[in-house]
């Protein structure tokens, strides 16, 4: 792995645990409140292709499991995924929805105007 890449992976996960998992902690929290259940998961680099559907960067996924959702339910997602090759993190909606940022600029505000988002089409589906 060269140097730019593994800068940025850390880079990454300094993000994850200074910005990013906060915001996601609270809102668990008030989903779990609601009587929803809703985890995050991790994901680390890889260079080698796993058939995941992004390219193997880093990535932090919070899933939500609706209260009343039948088990075989697909249920929604919102990743923030480390985009290696262009250094950006992309965040990715079960829906489709996609929103990219450089490292930087991704600060408390975004990530939770991104969640905010995701919940309210969440809610209007």
């Given at each position: 792995?060269?140097?730019?890449?593994?800068?940025?992976?850390?880079?990454?996960?300094?993000?994850?645990?200074?910005v990013i998992r906060p915001e996601i902690d609270a809102a668990i929290g008030e989903l779990r409140g609601a009587g929803h259940d809703a985890n995050v998961s991790t994901q680390e680099f890889t260079v080698m292709a796993?058939?995941?559907?992004?390219?193997?960067?880093?990535?932090?996924?919070?899933?939500?499991?609706?209260?009343?959702?039948?088990?075989?339910?697909?249920?929604?997602?919102?990743?923030?995924?480390?985009?290696?090759?262009?250094?950006?993190?992309?965040?990715?909606?079960?829906?489709?929805?996609?929103?990219?940022?450089?490292?930087?600029?991704?600060?408390?505000?975004?990530?939770?105007?991104?969640?905010?988002?995701?919940?309210?089409?969440?809610?209007?589906?």
């Amino acid at each position: 792995m060269d140097q730019d890449t593994n800068l940025f992976i850390q880079a990454f996960w300094v993000k994850c645990r200074e910005v990013i998992r906060p915001e996601i902690d609270a809102a668990i929290g008030e989903l779990r409140g609601a009587g929803h259940d809703a985890n995050v998961s991790t994901q680390e680099f890889t260079v080698m292709a796993d058939g995941l559907p992004t390219d193997g960067g880093p990535s932090l996924t919070l899933a939500l499991r609706p209260a009343g959702a039948p088990d075989n339910a697909a249920h929604p997602s919102l990743e923030f995924h480390g985009d290696v090759a262009r250094q950006a993190v992309d965040v990715l909606a079960s829906n489709g929805r996609k929103q990219s940022y450089e490292i930087a600029d991704l600060g408390p505000a975004e990530v939770k105007a991104e969640l905010d988002d995701w919940l309210a089409r969440l809610a209007t589906s």
